[in-house]
């Protein structure tokens, strides 16, 4: 499949109104690094780094970390890596973490709260990322932030790691970025100070959505019942867009839904400029934003939405199928 797309994969996803979309790829281990070069991904906007926990029976040690970021940071070369911090807890629960027995594991302990509460394991991770970095760009999105305080007492384990590196003689970062996964949908709310702290904010749309409809994304029975262009979701998306772009804060979009061509289009038309995908997607992606005009889009979109549709999909596809 990735052959089928190897004849645009070193052009730019640009729409044909001139608008130009960023598509990078999600990675969680060593092994997709090859796939930044083969897909085209213009980075890696998200680094999950729960396996390298998941697939061990004890914490892995902050040198062994160190070296597998930094190696992940050569493979990018020049490409920008976010690193997403430790997103575990609850339904994830690590071999070596005293379970906790929750109701609801989706809405528990799990993620930055276990970050904040218990920073050891996520300060460590801080280290082994600043360590990795060695003078090269660093940048680090937590994730799972439900409120403003959260980011920035997360942030400021950060800032103090990087303190006491520099303190013990390690080479800093050449340049730090800070971020958050806006993934419960308390934090599209959060004062317009969260949106200026952040260097840049990516939307976790798996997570979003499900809290958004509050249906689960691991249940069979409702995990399909809402369209992720439900009118009322998208139009979400788009204040979040707004707010972000009242702030210059740059946005990104990295749950699943941003490898679906048709999403990834209305994502793009109501304003987003940076998706981030499974590596496979890329190709298919690139192809449909190649061929639309996004004012056009963004027009169909809007009369769908005036007309009352509960999707805006239908009127999508039926616009698609008339460009041929
Ligand atoms: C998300 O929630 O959309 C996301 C990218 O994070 P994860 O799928 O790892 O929860
Ligand atoms: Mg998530």
Same mark, same amino acid.
């Given at each position: ?17 001139? $608008? ?12 997709? @690094? ?16 729960? @396996? =390298? ?6 914490? /892995? ?14 493979? &990018? ?21 005293? /379970? ?5 594991? #989706?809405? %528990? ?17 801080? =280290? #082994? ?5 060695? %003078? ?36 800093? /970062? ?35 959505? =499900? ?16 369209? $992720? ?17 009242? $702030? ?10 941003? %490898? ?22 890329? %190709? ?19 009369? &769908?939405?005036?007309?009352? &549709? ?15």
């Amino acid at each position: 499949a990735q052959e089928r797309y190897a004849s645009i994969r070193d052009k730019p996803a640009e729409a044909l109104c001139g $608008t130009v979309i960023s598509l990078q790829m999600n990675a969680g281990l060593m092994a997709d @690094l090859p796939s930044l070069p083969s897909s085209g991904a213009e980075g890696v906007g998200l680094f999950r780094t729960e @396996l =390298q926990f998941l697939t061990r029976n004890k914490v /892995p040690r902050r040198g062994e970390l160190a070296a597998l970021y930094s190696r992940v940071m050569d493979a &990018a070369g020049e490409k920008r890596v976010v690193f997403r911090t430790l997103d575990i807890g609850s339904d994830k629960v690590l071999p070596y973490m005293k /379970p906790t027995e929750e109701p609801n594991p #989706a809405l %528990g302990w799990r993620a930055i709260r276990v970050g904040l509460d218990k920073p050891g394991v996520m300060r460590m991770q801080l =280290q #082994a990322l600043i360590r990795a970095a060695n %003078g090269r760009p660093l940048s680090v999105m937590f994730p799972f932030v439900a409120q403003l305080e959260e980011y920035t007492q997360a942030r400021d384990h950060l800032l103090r790691e990087m303190d006491r590196e520099a303190a013990l003689g390690h080479v800093l /970062p050449e340049t730090l970025q800070i971020g958050a996964m806006l993934e419960t949908p308390s934090l599209a709310f959060a004062p317009r100070r969260f949106f200026e702290e952040c260097d840049f904010i990516s939307i976790g749309g798996n997570d979003l959505k =499900q809290f958004f409809f509050a249906a689960d994304r691991e249940n069979e029975r409702v995990r399909r019942r809402y369209d $992720t262009l439900n009118v009322s979701f998208l139009t979400f998306l788009e204040q979040i867009v707004h707010r972000c772009g009242d $702030t210059d804060t740059p946005l990104s979009f990295c749950g699943e839904d941003a %490898g679906r061509p048709v999403e990834a289009l209305c994502f793009a038309a109501i304003g987003l400029r940076t998706l981030s995908m499974r590596p496979a997607s890329i %190709g298919p992606v690139k192809s449909l934003i190649r061929r639309v005009d996004l004012r056009e889009a963004r027009a169909v979109i809007n009369e &769908a939405r005036a007309s009352g &549709a509960q999707s805006v999909r239908p009127a999508v596809m039926e616009w698609l199928k008339r460009q041929g």
